[in-house]
């Protein structure tokens, strides 16, 4: 049994709708999965009121990002339907911010001689948040890039000419956040941080971290092994998914493609 615990919808930055999700998690025969748009909860309340009745278990979900020191780090938080109002004010302003970012990046593009309509770029958004991979794919729209993960790395990526910085929460935050909120926070894919964060992971579990995610596609095989014997040592729940975003990205587009065995959604289920 499987259970995939890491996707992304068209409410962020994915290709597929919650309704679209749970269908293709059905096909594929996954006993559970989770939904865990950037900052916003819309898709995975979407995807639990679909799977009533069927064959699956749905966990709500969100994707926090953080920074610890100069690193992107990514906090992953499991909740029931009961969602806190602070949580709920919290990712609210984290979107705004969002959307003022993405307009700075638009306006900083012009100054680099590529002019991408901001309407536009809503367009493309559609009900989802607006963030840089939807300004990515008007680039890839008109042509400047070839696609996604181009346009990250020449235009609107850290250091590149048409970077805007986040608004900055640190993984303590975010995971007091999502204690207080009654979730279960877990650090996601740290196959993919620079720095040695397991320095401080100690404080981040005083603070209620109960899991970390073992299985990842950007994991090798050995790391995703280190990272399940950390999570033995410390008493984490060792959890996993594809990290989902559809069909547009070069890699995370295959729904399913790594899971997490259910024992991991008993943990944070009884945790919830």
């Known amino acids: 049994m499987a259970a995939d615990l890491h996707i992304h919808t068209t409410i962020s930055d994915g290709t597929d ?22 900052d916003i909860m819309d898709g995975a309340i979407i995807a639990s009121r679909v799977a009533t009745g069927k064959n699956i278990t749905v966990l709500s979900g969100v994707e926090i990002s953080c920074y610890y020191n100069t690193d992107e780090v990514h ?12 949580l709920t004010k919290t990712l609210a302003e984290m979107r705004n911010f969002r959307w003022q970012r993405a307009k700075l990046i638009v306006e900083k593009l012009k100054h ?12 493309i958004a559609g009900d989802g948040s607006v963030g840089r991979p939807h ?20 235009y609107i990526g850290t250091g590149c000419p048409a970077y805007v910085p986040r608004k900055k929460i640190s993984p303590i935050e975010a995971i007091d956040l999502i204690t207080q909120s009654k979730g279960v926070a877990v ?47 410390l008493d984490l729940i060792p959890t996993g998914g594809s990290d989902y975003h559809g069909l547009k990205h070069a890699s995370c587009n295959s729904l399913g493609a790594v899971t997490a065995p259910m024992e991991s959604v008993e943990r944070i289920i009884e945790l919830l």
């Not at 680099?112 to 367009?123: H, S």
């Open 187 to 233: 650090l996601a894919h740290p196959g993919t941080i620079n720095s040695q964060f397991f320095s401080q992971i100690g404080q981040w579990i005083k603070h209620g971290l109960h899991g970390i995610e073992v299985w990842h596609p950007h994991h090798s095989v050995m790391q995703s092994q280190y990272f399940l014997n950390q999570a033995k040592a």
């Open 75 to 86: 906090i992953l938080g499991y909740f029931d339907q009961v969602v806190s109002s602070e």
């Open 17 to 38: 709708t919650p309704e679209q999700i749970v269908k293709q998690a059905l096909a594929l025969g996954l006993d559970a999965i989770a939904i865990t748009d950037h």
């Open 135 to 154: 300004i990515a794919d008007a680039l890839v729209e008109k042509k400047i890039v070839p696609n996604r993960e181009t346009a990250f790395k020449k």
């Open 112 to 123: 680099v001689g590529i002019n991408i309509k901001w309407q536009r770029i809503r367009e």
